[in-house]
């Protein structure tokens, strides 16, 4: 009655969405700010019967505004439902299942080996250095393997590796194998690898619009590179779904992309926010590895990470917390609003 392939999924668990009761969620990394002012006008004022008709099935004008903003062409973009597809479509076009290994870090965003055993890939997890950031000298150690992945900044750690450091690593790299920079959190403090993909046709850069334009609602994910990279993706799109942005979220996706004063303004509050919530909890003993997402990930010598996890949800406050070795005395914290973050830190005080 079932397949064999369902049989053997272990699916990725997201963080949770409570309905019980009402938590100040730092759990899922959403963006506490509202998205663009002009995405509600455009929402209360929209043409209902626009929705009789299929969208456009290759997002052309939201193509061409994120193009236009991160000085590429559009043929150069690829659309997807959430960055979540478009890595999956990224792992189906490749990575092949009787070759590999695909690198990626030790500890990373849990999905990719999620979508390493859906399309039966095998892969390789290269430990970071001591202070928890990615060395890609380990990287290039390994002899044998198919391609790399890792989120830059990483998560859960929140650490950025520098334009430069890529820009090193693409040169070692040979150009038959793929690199993807997953930059779900590039625009809280980092520089994005996009102006790399023009001298690298096997550098391929995913990003979403769920963090920083506060849209993880409308699944607008991205990616940018080469165009023989990008007609594999829509290769894989049309025979899987042609359609996967809906007509109400590529407008919306285009609204945000163009208010770039709200959008400069939501990512200075966050990035002050987090800064604050750094030095008060360093003060306070705590352990932070240095973050340009918009979450922290932190750890405390008096208490275990479960037991700081379940207290704080008995508090009314979610956060997330991975029982993998090696991390699993750490919580990831989203960056909330300030008053969020002055609750938790005043919950924090474990003298
Ligand atoms: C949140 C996240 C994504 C997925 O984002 P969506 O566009 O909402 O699917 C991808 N990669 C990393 C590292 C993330 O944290």
Known sequence: MFAKRYQKLTPYTPGEQPRNRKYIKLNTNENPYPPSPSVAEFLHSMDITQLRLYPDPSSLRLREMIGEYNQVSPDNIFIGNGSDEVLSFCFYSFFD??????LFPEHTYSFYPVYCSYYDISFKRIPLQNDFSISFDSFLREKEYTGIIFPNPNAPTGILSSIEE????????????????????????????????????????V???????????????????????????NTVKDSFNSYPLDYISQRIGEIAISDQEYFQSTISKIIATREYTVRTLLKLGWEVLPSKANFIFIRNKKKSGIEIYTYLRNQ???VRHF???????FLRVSIGKEKDMELLT??????
């Open 97 to 102: 299942s009787n070759e590999g290994p695909l």
């Open 323 to 329: 029982n993998h070795p090696g991390i699993e005395n």
């Open 166 to 205: 890529i820009n090193r690593l693409m040169d070692s790299v040979p150009k038959d194998r793929i690199v993807i920079v997953d930059e779900a959190y590039i625009d809280f403090g980092g520089i994005s690898a996009v102006s790399l993909t023009e001298e690298y046709s096997n550098l391929l850069i």
């Open 207 to 233: 990003q979403t619009l769920s963090k920083s334009r506060s849209l993880a609602g409308a699944r607008i994910g991205i990616a940018i590179g080469e165009q023989k990279l990008i007609k594999a993706l």
């Open 316 to 318: 009314g406050i979610l």
């Open 346 to 351: 005043e919950l924090l005080q474990f003298q």
